[in-house]
């Protein structure tokens, strides 16, 4: 169940969402049936014209068929020589897609040339162990988001590779890019529940927010919640009573699900595997980074801010200034 905004305090996805056995069959190759068939398709398939505009409204156009990179906002986010580099300042930049369904490649870090990006990733073929990183055309390349619950689908996975000081990622078309680094490894905030899935969870700085990029229970793009203090929010329904919010949610399309809300429980902190209790020691998304999951993206552009998008729509929560921007 996802979070909801009913009358009743909104529910737990942690206790609602559906488990699947830790020893179920994982996926091992972009080759392999059923559950991959889908992002096998978009990396190995030949490199095809970029994402529909309307899909990444907010994010620079990518480049077709190669071509140059259109720039960013800020001078320095590209090049003129038909290779892009992102600004601290900008959101990372398209470079073009990959395969049949459009996986749009984002260039994380450093100068990068996008037609050698586009045919690396149409080169590209995971290792049997798909845990071990594979060399292909002299980009390192590896999965991201692992382990992950069985049924995933585009929105699970993406495929990280770097080069050098150049890093980029193939990711679900329909995200939208935020300002900031992506985090790296990935790894190091990924916790793992008892469907053998991940949370990619992580604290806030000058905030005393936690949050978690979480895979959808009913399959599709992820949701992301918050929890922690609001000041300054108006009350929301709680046991009985206007109460103060307690946490924020994000899921794509649904308004009733995403916004500010009392939660019973900590419906956004993973939940030790021992079953000792929640977790605690979380790691912090610095400022200026931003961490992508299950097709959702987060970022810390301020110290006391995070952005955090899913598809087309957007969430912001800055406690510090009372400022609260949800769907």
């Known amino acids: 169940?996802?979070?909801?905004?009913?009358?009743?305090?909104?529910?737990?996805?942690?206790?609602?969402?559906?488990?699947?056995?830790?020893?179920?069959?994982?996926?091992?190759?972009?080759?392999?049936?059923?559950?991959?068939?889908?992002?096998?398709?978009?990396?190995?398939?030949?490199c095809s014209?970029?994402?529909?505009?309307?899909?990444?409204?907010?994010?620079?156009a990518g480049a077709s068929d190669g071509g140059a990179q259109t720039p960013a906002p800020e001078p320095s986010a590209a090049g003129t020589d038909g290779s892009a580099s992102p600004s601290s300042a900008a959101p990372p930049l398209e470079c073009g897609t990959t395969g049949e369904n459009e996986l749009v490649i984002l260039v994380l870090e450093g100068e990068v040339d996008c037609?050698?990006?586009?045919?690396?990733?149409?080169?590209?073929e995971p290792a049997d162990d798909v845990l071990r990183p594979v060399e292909v055309a002299g980009w390192?390349?590896?999965?991201?988001?692992?382990?992950?619950?069985?049924?995933?689908?585009?929105?699970?996975?993406?495929v990280r590779c770097t080069k050098d000081d150049q890093r980029v990622r193939a990711g679900a078309p329909g995200t939208v890019p935020l300002p900031g680094v992506g985090v790296e490894p990935v790894g190091d905030w990924a916790f793992t529940q008892s469907d053998g899935g991940n949370w990619y969870a992580f604290t806030v700085p000058g905030t005393?927010?936690?949050?978690?990029?979480?895979?959808?229970?009913?399959?599709?793009?992820?949701?992301?919640?918050?929890?922690?203090?609001?000041?300054?929010?108006d009350p929301v329904e709680g046991p009985g009573e206007q109460v103060e919010p307690n946490g924020a949610a994000l899921v794509e399309g649904d308004e009733e699900a995403s916004g500010l809300h009392w939660y019973g429980d900590p419906a956004f902190i993973p939940f030790r595997l021992d079953g000792s209790g929640f977790e605690e020691d979380l790691p912090q998304l610095p400022v200026g980074s931003s961490?992508?999951?299950?097709?959702?993206?987060?970022a810390v552009p301020a110290e006391g801010t995070v952005d955090c998008t899913a598809g087309e729509d957007?969430?912001?929560?800055?406690?510090?200034?009372?400022?609260?921007?949800?769907?």
């Not at 037609?115 to 590209?124: G, L, S, T």
């Not at 005393?208 to 229970?217: A, E, G, R």
């Open 291 to 298: 961490i992508y999951a299950y097709g959702v993206v987060c």
């Open 49 to 60: 014209s970029p994402t529909d505009p309307e899909e990444t409204a907010s994010a620079p």
């Open 314 to 327: 957007r969430m912001s929560l800055a406690p510090a200034s009372g400022s609260y921007d949800l769907p």
């Open 115 to 124: 037609a050698e990006v586009q045919d690396m990733y149409a080169a590209y």
């Open 1 to 46: 169940m996802r979070p909801s905004s009913s009358s009743s305090p909104a529910s737990s996805p942690l206790a609602a969402s559906p488990r699947h056995a830790p020893d179920a069959p994982r996926r091992r190759s972009l080759r392999a049936a059923g559950a991959v068939l889908a992002l096998g398709v978009l990396l190995l398939g030949a």
């Open 208 to 233: 005393d927010l936690v949050c978690s990029i979480q895979p959808s229970p009913e399959g599709g793009r992820g949701l992301v919640g918050c929890m922690g203090a609001f000041p300054g929010a």
């Open 140 to 158: 390192t390349c590896g999965w991201e988001m692992w382990p992950s619950p069985i049924g995933q689908d585009l929105f699970t996975d993406s």
